[in-house]
């Protein structure tokens, strides 16, 4: 069936197979997959049923040659009567003046349109020759790529459906058939070309949308399994004792929440399979800590760790926090795209000996240059900044190490085990005891004075605050003009009062460093920002997030910019400066007020937005699927998962009621038996 080419088919001669070649079909299989992309509804009913402006079906015959009358430069009118059940309909089709020659006198004629129940009139959309098929109702209208047109389309997967019938087998196995009542592989195909009602349709849809995502499923429970079983051999001596006396030097007890991640990540390092894992918590949840404490275990087992983040900023704050959490005798290096030079060359030397222990470092750190000596683990920070290109770059250098993403964007259920779905899933759903939420106020733009004053007030009581510029699309210079204006109004306003600081991406590493450090101490209490504070900054005595033209930023964004406060003890403030026109921003600042639980807000997210604005669609690393919709068909997805686990657990291919599928997927995915047993 699979290997069936379109020339076989009865009226497919070389010439439309190579049409057919050029918009990527090339098998019988391919044509049936090639799902319409909506339906025309031709019901026939009497006249005194229809209804005024809808869309109506009308058969009747035509009575005389249709008039034609030319107007403008190019524009036409053509009416034509038709008599039905008795009464005469007058048909007006515009522009298409070429059609006279099919209403032939005394023909029946079916034609459809929007009916005006006063005149007896119907502006015709299509018109057909005959009567309509009662029995087929809908019609299927297939996306006229290439040279091919609809009618064509009919025919040939019409022809299929009758002559391949006993070729189109089924693969799914009978026990998800019976228990999700989805009709069989042949109805189903038959339905979706051809329904014969919308109710069928419907089944026909949930057969194959379940289907596109159980096989997408099966694929990824296959991959990770493979990936596992594939790279034996890794499993680290750590010294467990000496990852208890560092927790017990922490400034703080674990949460809950914290011990079980750290527990998943040390078996997985323990095993001798590969870590293959996703640490999901919300901003301020302690994703580092984690990161930090097992890290440490591979550095007592004696290999070496490399820490990935996103920004310069992040792995200068990251290494600081390292080096204050880990014992003194750890050797830590930050590798960064501004580290140039004999200070380079040190540290590429320390990585490659092995003297190094822990290199943290953007993206310089998967450079052609930089060899380490037994790297065992990779933490990745902020995982979605990362494309899927820089991940398969380490897999390209040969980089079998455990592996650990975090990611502070909560991420959707629906898109975590799609883009992910090859994964094992941590996730610290608890925040550290003490945390009060922050409180969000949406204000607008007028209220600004109000809101410095409030700022000040909160200074007044020793805190700190942060005022994030609008986003200017695709423009980093508009975004440094409007901190700059802010940043010298500011100054202006409270001279005297307070000290602001300025923070954008043009500025030079040693600059940035030095303006976090300022405000890290003190000594600048406002901090004007474009959005490179975004991700992982961390000043725990800063309570005033305050953003301007908030309804720019997706919630997601919004939600990390209020993470960087209610950080400490003290009670934070989200401030939301914002005029939207449009609903969906007004929705957006309404929803920040209402919830500051992240994975709600990703949620709601996806529903606003859709699933490519939340990740970047470049980055998004998400699947295309031709039926399935990764907001409204949740329910099929967790199902589908849920089945995909259970079938590679049970290594299905050993069953004779699953041979089928085993075999499709076989075909599909190049995966021989030995591999899987
Ligand atoms: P994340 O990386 O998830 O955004 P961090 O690891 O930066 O969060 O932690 C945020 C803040 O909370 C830091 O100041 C950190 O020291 C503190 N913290 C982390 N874990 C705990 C805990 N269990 N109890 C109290 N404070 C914690
Ligand atoms: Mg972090």
Not at 122 to 149: E, F, L, R, V
Request: net charge neutral.
């Amino acid at each position: 069936m699979n290997q069936l080419s379109v020339q076989q088919i009865k009226g497919v001669g070389p010439k439309l197979a190579e049409t057919l070649e050029q918009i990527n079909i090339h098998t019988v299989e391919d044509l049936l997959y090639y799902f319409p992309n909506r339906y025309d509804h031709y019901e026939q009913k009497p006249l005194h049923e229809l209804i005024h402006n809808e869309k109506v079906t009308i058969v009747g015959e035509v009575l005389q040659e249709p008039m034609v009358t030319f107007y403008g430069r190019k524009k036409s009118r053509l009416t034509v009567n038709i008599r039905v059940d008795g009464a005469v309909v007058k048909g007006v089709m515009f522009n298409r003046a070429f059609a006279k020659k099919h209403f032939v006198p005394g023909e029946t004629i079916s034609v459809n349109g929007k009916w005006d129940q006063h005149r007896l009139q119907i502006t015709i959309d299509q018109y057909k020759k005959g009567s309509m098929d009662a029995s087929n109702p809908i019609s299927p209208i297939y996306s006229s790529k290439g040279d091919i047109k609809n009618a064509q389309f009919q025919k040939i997967i019409k022809q299929i459906i009758q002559d391949y019938q006993e070729e189109i087998s089924e693969f799914m196995p009978t026990p998800f058939l019976t228990k999700y009542k989805l009709p069989d592989r042949f109805t189903g195909f038959s339905e979706m070309h051809f329904p014969s009602s919308f109710q069928q349709l419907k089944h026909a849809k949930r057969r194959f949308i379940y289907e596109e995502l159980l096989l997408f499923q099966i694929k990824m429970q296959l991959y990770r399994k493979r990936n596992r079983e594939a790279t034996q051999g890794n499993a680290q001596v750590i010294n467990m004792e000496q990852v208890k006396h560092l927790i017990q030097q922490f400034p703080f007890a674990l949460t809950e929440a914290q011990k079980k991640s750290l527990a998943d990540i040390f078996r997985d390092l323990h095993s001798p399979y590969r870590m293959n894992r996703l640490l999901q918590g919300d901003v301020g949840s302690g994703k580092t800590a984690v990161a930090v404490i097992s890290l440490y275990g591979t550095v007592t087992a004696g290999k070496q760790v490399a820490f990935m983040v996103p920004t310069e900023i992040l792995a200068e704050q990251h290494e600081v926090s390292l080096k204050e959490l880990l014992p003194n005798e750890v050797k830590i290096h930050r590798l960064t795209g501004s580290i140039k030079g004999k200070k380079r060359q040190q540290i590429l030397s320390d990585i490659e000996d092995g003297s190094c222990q822990v290199v943290i470092g953007t993206h310089a750190l998967i450079q052609d240059d930089v060899h380490f000596d037994d790297l065992a683990y990779v933490i990745i920070d902020e995982q979605h900044r990362f494309g899927v290109h820089q991940r398969n770059t380490l897999r390209e250098k040969g980089i079998l190490a455990d592996m650990l993403y975090m990611t502070a964007t909560p991420i959707p259920r629906t898109l975590s085990i799609t883009a992910f779905g090859d994964m094992d899933v941590s996730k610290i759903d608890e925040m550290p005891k003490g945390r009060k939420p922050v409180e969000t106020y949406w204000v607008k733009q007028n209220m600004f004075e109000r809101t410095v004053n409030f700022i000040y007030k909160e200074i007044k009581k020793g805190s700190q605050a942060y005022i994030i510029c609008p986003l200017i699309e695709e423009s980093d210079k508009l975004d440094i003009q409007n901190a700059l204006d802010l940043f010298v109004q500011l100054q202006e306003v409270l001279q005297g009062k307070a000290t602001v600081g300025l923070m954008h991406g043009r500025l030079s590493t040693e600059e940035k460093e030095q303006v976090m450090l300022d405000f890290a101490s003190n000594n600048v209490q406002i901090l004007v920002s474009t959005t490179v504070v975004e991700v992982g900054v961390n000043v725990p005595n800063a309570t005033v997030m305050m953003i301007q033209d908030a309804d720019r930023f997706g919630l997601s964004q919004l939600h990390q910019l209020r993470g960087r406060v209610g950080r400490g003890e003290k009670q934070s403030y989200c401030i939301l400066v914002a005029d939207p026109k449009g609903e969906t921003g007004k929705e957006r600042m309404r929803i920040m007020t209402e919830t500051t639980d992240g994975f709600e807000l990703a949620e709601r997210d996806l529903e606003l937005r859709g699933p490519g604005d939340l990740f970047g669609v470049k980055q998004s690393g998400l699947p295309e699927f031709k039926l399935a919709d990764l907001v409204h068909d949740y329910r099929a997805l967790e199902t589908a998962r849920t089945d995909a686990i259970e079938l590679v657990e049970h290594q299905f291919w050993k069953d004779a009621d699953y041979q089928s599928l085993f075999d499709y997927l076989q075909k599909e995915l190049d995966l021989d038996k030995q591999t899987l047993a």
